[in-house]
C-alpha cells in the first residue's frame, strides 16, 4: 500500500508558474510509475503527464506540452509537475497517482491503469 500527499497549488495569474510535489510513503517507489491527472468541476479527470520508474521516459498531453515538466527524486520518494505559462484553462483539481510496473520504461496514461491515488490539490489559474 503506497500514500501519496500532494502540495504545492493555489492561486496564481495567468502566465505564472507553479511546483506540485508529490510525495510517497513507504520504500518501494523506485517500482512505481508515476502519473500527474486533473479534474474540473463537470469534467472527467484527464492525464497531465506520467514518468516511468527509470530511465527517465515522460508523456505529457498535448495542452501541456512545453509549458510543463515532469520529473522525480527516487531517494526522496518524490515527483514533481513543474508548471510554467499557466493559463487560466488549467484551473483544476490535481492529483498524483502511482502504477507498480515491472518494466523501467512503462507509463500509464489512462485513469484505470493506476493503483494509488492521492487527495488532490487546487491549482487555480486568474486570467
Known amino acids: 500500500q503506497v500514500q501519496l500527499v500532494e502540495s504545492g497549488g493555489g492561486l496564481v495569474q495567468a502566465g505564472g508558474s507553479l511546483r506540485l510535489s508529490c510525495v510517497a510513503s513507504?520504500?518501494?517507489?523506485?517500482?512505481?510509475?508515476m502519473g500527474w491527472f486533473r479534474q474540473a468541476p463537470g469534467k472527467e479527470r484527464e492525464s497531465v503527464a506520467a514518468?516511468?520508474?527509470?530511465?527517465?521516459?515522460?508523456y505529457y498531453t498535448d495542452s501541456v506540452k512545453g509549458r510543463f515538466t515532469i520529473s522525480r527524486d527516487n531517494a526522496k520518494n518524490t515527483v514533481f509537475l513543474q508548471m510554467n505559462s499557466l493559463k487560466p484553462e488549467d484551473t483544476s483539481v490535481y492529483y498524483c497517482?502511482?502504477?507498480?510496473?515491472?518494466?523501467?520504461?512503462?507509463?500509464?496514461?489512462?485513469?484505470?491503469?493506476?493503483?494509488?491515488w492521492g487527495q488532490g490539490t487546487q491549482v487555480t489559474v486568474s486570467s
Open positions: 513507504g520504500n518501494t517507489f523506485r517500482s512505481y510509475a
Open positions: 497517482a502511482a502504477r507498480e510496473v515491472r518494466l523501467g520504461t512503462s507509463l500509464g496514461t489512462s485513469v484505470s491503469a493506476y493503483d494509488y
Open positions: 514518468i516511468s520508474r527509470n530511465f527517465g521516459v515522460t
